[in-house]
C-alpha cells in the first residue's frame, strides 16, 4: 500500500517540484497540497495522511502551529519539516510542536526519501547539516538555554496566533473575528505580547515576526 503524502507550502512551483519529485517513487502517493497552515489542518484532519511534508513560514497560521494542531486532530501522522530556515530557534520549536524530521529546502531527494523511511520506521530524521551546526553551536557553548528561545517558547499558542495575525496587517478586530475571541480578548493578548518581547509598535512586531519565521510579509 502506497504512503499517504501531504504536501504544504505557500509556494506552487515548491508544491509542484516535490509532487514531481515523490511521484517518481511508485510507494509514495500525494493526497493533496495546502499552501496555508490552516488548509494543512483541514486537509489532514479529513485526508488523513501518513506524512505530512511541511513548510514553516506559511500565512494566517505557520507551519510549527499547524503541525501541534494537526497532531491534535490526527496523533499518528509523522510530520517533516522542508524549510529554508535553519537557525536554532526554529528547530526547537519544531521539534517542541512534534515534528519528527528536519531537512531544508536544498536537500537532495535522496535525503527527503531517507527521512521519510526514518520517520515511518519510528525514528527522527534531522539533516546534517542543521545537527552539526547544533552541535557546533553546544560545543562552542553559544547555544542558548530553552527559556531564552524566540517566539515558540516566549510566546503562548494563541499569543503566536495573534503577532502572525498582526504582522500580516490584520486589525485588531480582524484579528477577534479569525480567531473567533472578542476584540477585548484580542486587545489583551496584543499588549500581552508587546510586554513580553518588549515591543512597542505594529511595525516592531512585523519585524519580529519575519525575523522568528512566524511570515513572509
Known amino acids: 500500500m502506497a ?3 501531504l504536501l504544504v507550502d505557500d509556494h506552487q512551483m515548491v508544491r509542484k517540484g516535490m509532487r514531481a519529485l515523490l511521484e517518481q517513487q511508485p510507494e509514495l502517493q500525494i493526497v493533496g497540497e495546502a499552501q496555508t497552515g490552516l488548509e494543512a489542518v483541514e486537509m489532514a484532519n479529513r485526508l488523513q495522511p501518513q506524512i505530512v511534508l511541511m513548510d514553516i513560514s506559511l500565512p494566517g497560521l505557520n507551519g510549527i ?27 526547537g520549536g519544531a521539534f517542541n510542536a512534534g515534528v ?7 536537500s537532495a531527494v535522496e535525503e527527503l526519501g531517507q527521512a521519510i523511511k526514518t520517520v515511518l520506521e519510528g525514528g527522527v530524521y534531522v539533516t546534517p547539516r542543521v545537527a552539526g551546526a547544533m552541535v557546533d553551536r553546544y560545543v562552542a557553548g553559544t547555544a542558548r538555554p ?21 504582522s500580516e496587517g490584520q486589525a485588531t478586530k480582524e484579528v477577534a473575528r479569525a480567531l473567533g475571541v472578542s476584540v477585548k480578548t484580542a486587545e489583551t493578548h496584543r499588549r500581552a505580547i508587546m510586554e513580553k518581547l518588549d515591543l512597542h509598535s505594529v511595525a516592531e512586531l512585523t519585524k519580529y515576526a519575519i525575523r522568528e519565521g512566524l511570515t513572509t510579509v
Open 3 to 5: 504512503i499517504r503524502i
Open 65 to 91: 502551529d499547524a503541525t501541534r494542531k494537526i497532531i491534535e486532530a490526527v496523533p499518528d501522522v509523522r510530520i517533516i519539516a522542508l524549510t529554508a530556515h535553519s537557525v536554532q530557534d526554529m528547530i
Open 100 to 106: 519528527v524530521g528536519y531537512l531544508l529546502k536544498d
Open 146 to 166: 530553552r527559556d531564552a528561545f524566540g517566539a515558540f517558547t516566549r510566546l503562548t499558542n494563541r499569543e503566536r496566533e495573534v503577532l502572525q495575525l498582526m
